[in-house]
């Protein structure tokens, strides 16, 4: 005997029950006809461990999502509690940010996406799967370079970029 489906819960109570968890921010990035592009994301989490792999989730964004995968590749730097700026400058308008891409702050990746020098961590990828998922494109990343620098992450919380308590 099948069991029944239970109801589906509202988008509404979805999202503000996700507003209750905290979330690592980062900022995504890759190359695309040579232009460097990016944006803060917070849906990202590994997958596996062997091989090293994480997942990333974009909301919406078909055409930064279309991009990364003709990119193949792409670079995901978490970002530390003093990077607060670079998260708003890259989760504003399309374009923007390539304006935050000052050379005093960004190198080439393994990926040869950008990659944040003083990111708390950072992986290079390359792109193993994307699928659409209802409002978001889902990513596997499998990890061909990493590195980390000193500092706290920065954290999302409740719409509100936060940092870890002293207790």
């Not at 304006?99 to 950072?122: M, Q």
């Not at 061909?144 to 409740?158: E, F, K, Q, V, W």
Request: charged share 20%; glycine share 8%.
């Amino acid at each position: 005997m099948k069991a029944p489906t239970p109801a589906a819960v509202s988008v509404d109570e979805y999202k503000n029950a996700m507003r209750h968890v905290v979330s690592p921010v980062a900022v995504v990035t890759w190359t695309h006809a040579g232009v460097p592009e990016g944006l803060t994301v917070t849906a990202i989490c590994s997958a596996t461990t062997e091989p090293p792999t994480l997942v990333v989730c974009i909301r919406g964004d078909k055409s930064a999502a279309e991009r990364i995968r003709e990119a193949g590749r792409f670079a995901v730097n978490f970002l530390s509690d003093e990077q607060a700026e670079i998260a708003r400058r890259f989760s504003s308008h399309p374009g923007e940010e390539r304006e935050a891409f000052a050379p005093a702050l960004w190198t080439t990746g393994a990926s040869g996406a950008p990659v944040l020098d003083r990111a708390v961590s950072r992986f290079d990828c390359a792109v193993e799967a994307a699928f659409e998922q209802g409002s978001h494109w889902v990513f596997l990343g499998r990890v061909i370079d990493l590195g980390t620098a000193p500092g706290a992450s920065l954290l999302y919380r409740d719409g509100f970029f936060r940092r870890l308590g002293t207790e």
